[in-house]
């Protein structure tokens, strides 16, 4: 059975840090990323990390800020989310596939996790 396991999201406030981790059961993926969803917005891509060479690409509102990495023995594909802003607050998801188009552009993924909430106060 396939699942995705998101956790470490919570309250901060703004200019802090949360790590986001994710961890996959039931197959291998070789795209893996994490989607956001803001109360009443769409579902927008935030960045993914492809194969066993780990090329990353990231979405421009978070490039400099996120970092994303995976552990391919644990099978766990992680956020490590930097100086935080108000408008980073969503749900947030981790997502895969287990092809290489994935890990472009439109990111389209067949695995989702139920996500976990991150809050960002000012």
């Known amino acids: 059975q396939v699942q995705l396991v998101e956790s470490g999201g919570g309250l901060v406030q703004a200019g802090g840090s949360l790590r986001l981790s994710c961890a996959a059961s039931g197959r291998t993926f070789y795209t893996m990323g994490w989607f956001r969803q803001a109360p009443g917005k769409e579902r927008d891509f935030v960045g993914a990390?492809?194969?066993?060479?780990?090329?990353?690409y990231y979405a421009d509102s978070v490039k400099g800020r996120f970092t994303i990495s995976r552990d391919n023995a644990k099978n766990t594909v992680y956020l490590q989310m930097n100086s935080l802003k108000p408008e980073d607050t969503a749900v947030y998801f981790c997502?895969?596939?287990?092809?290489?188009?994935?890990?472009?552009?439109?990111?389209?993924?067949?695995?989702w996790g139920k996500g976990t909430l991150v809050t960002v106060s000012s």
């Open positions: 990390i492809s194969g066993i060479g780990g090329s990353t």
């Open positions: 997502a895969a596939d287990r092809s290489i188009a994935a890990a472009r552009p439109p990111y389209r993924m067949d695995y």
